[in-house]
């Protein structure tokens, strides 16, 4: 079946560091991939997506790159704020009839100063 | 943006209780809503979904008479958990779409912790 796997966290990274969560999933087809973020006391928020092999998601800052040939959709961020302390879900919407949103179990990241 | 709140945001019961969370869209109305839950280091997990004045559908392995789910109006779904035991103590997630919107486009509440004791 359908499913999404991400790195376990939490992440703690220093303000300005480097940040990659990993994501990989399986699914039949050619499902739409997605990153959504929760920050803390609100309800999870669509980050980026991308639809198709190879195509590239953003948005404020951070980037996921769709591959086919590695089922995998990692998250990216060249450097990172306090601000950007949050839960990170990636997802998957299959392109079959199982028209459903399957997510990953959250990586928490933790930014300090 | 579209808001979505949830209440209550902790619930401590007692095993064999019953628990009602509910779920308003503050802003929109949602002709569909959705139901997850979460158990530590576990994926968020679709358990049903509501469309407003319809029964809801649920996923495979999701107890309907345990977790009765009311769409009644298009603001506001309800989760009961029936008869609950320590292992239903998880995290629950309601999410809300517009008519027409794409799947992806969900509107998520904070969640609500429960814990049966």
């Known amino acids: 079946g359908n499913s999404v796997t991400q790195m376990e966290g939490p992440v703690t990274l220093s303000e300005e560091a480097f940040l990659t969560i990993n994501c990989t999933y399986t699914?039949?087809?050619?499902?739409?991939l997605f990153w959504y973020v929760q920050y803390p006391g609100e309800g999870l928020q669509l980050l980026l997506k991308a639809t198709k092999a190879d195509d590239k998601g953003s948005n404020k800052g951070f980037e996921a790159t769709y591959r086919k040939e590695t089922t995998s959709f990692h998250l990216e961020k060249g450097s990172v704020q306090v601000s950007d302390s949050a839960v990170y879900f990636c997802?998957?919407?299959?392109?079959?009839?199982?028209?459903?949103?399957?997510f990953g179990a959250g990586t928490r990241l933790a930014v300090h100063p | 943006g579209a808001v979505v709140s949830q209440h209550p945001s902790w619930v401590i019961c007692k095993s064999g209780t019953s628990v009602k969370i509910e779920c308003r869209s503050l802003d929109f109305q949602a002709t569909t809503m959705f139901w997850y839950r979460q158990f530590p280091k576990q994926s968020l997990m679709l358990m049903a979904t509501s469309n407003e004045g319809s029964k809801a559908t649920y996923e495979q392995g999701v107890e309907k008479d345990k977790f009765l789910i009311n769409h009644a109006s298009l603001t506001l779904s309800t989760l009961t958990v029936t008869s609950a035991h320590p292992e239903d103590s998880s995290f629950y997630i309601c999410?809300?779409?517009?008519?027409?919107?794409?799947?992806?486009?969900?509107?998520f509440g904070p969640g609500t912790r429960l814990l049966v004791l």
């Open positions: 997802a998957l919407l299959s392109s079959g009839g199982y028209n459903k949103l399957i």
């Open positions: 999410s809300a779409k517009l008519a027409g919107a794409n799947q992806e486009t969900q509107y």
């Open positions: 699914a039949t087809g050619y499902p739409s």
